[in-house]
């Protein structure tokens, strides 16, 4: 890191602490060379997660766009935006670990599923309508038999 002040390359951390809820490190510095004192902030970098649609498009993973989806099917639903946003930020965790830069729009449906299921299962047969596209009421029932069975 160079000193913003003289361009020395070596300084000592005097201070670190912890930034927007732990996502990030700020840093007091100091310049070997000068002594002067400056700040640095440390965040992981994002890498941009492509969504592999089922006709093979590729689009960038929206979190919004899986908060609306969700939203819409826990609609009239006893499931609160506290427990939506926990489902979400669960499902972008969990992408993240995967370390791709690639992933199945099937795949992050299984992942949201998954959650709806112990949470409330309307909220999860409609998102599994709309995600495994049932094509018919036999479909459908399918999926419920799976969840009473």
Known sequence: MKCPFCGHEEDRVVDSRSVQD??????RRECLKCRERYTTY???????????KSDQRREPFERDKLVK???LACNKRPVSQKKIEAIV??????????SKNEV?????????MDQLKDIDEVAYVRFA??????QDKTEFLEELKKLLG
């Open 89 to 98: 930020n669960d499902v972008e965790a969990r992408l993240h670990e995967l």
């Open 104 to 112: 199945t729009s099937q795949y992050v449906g299984e992942l949201v």
């Open 42 to 52: 440390e965040y992981v970098e994002n890498v941009t997660l492509t969504v592999i």
């Open 129 to 134: 309508s709309v995600y495994r596209k049932f």
């Open 22 to 27: 732990g996502r990030g490190v700020r840093r």
């Open 69 to 71: 989806g969700i939203r």
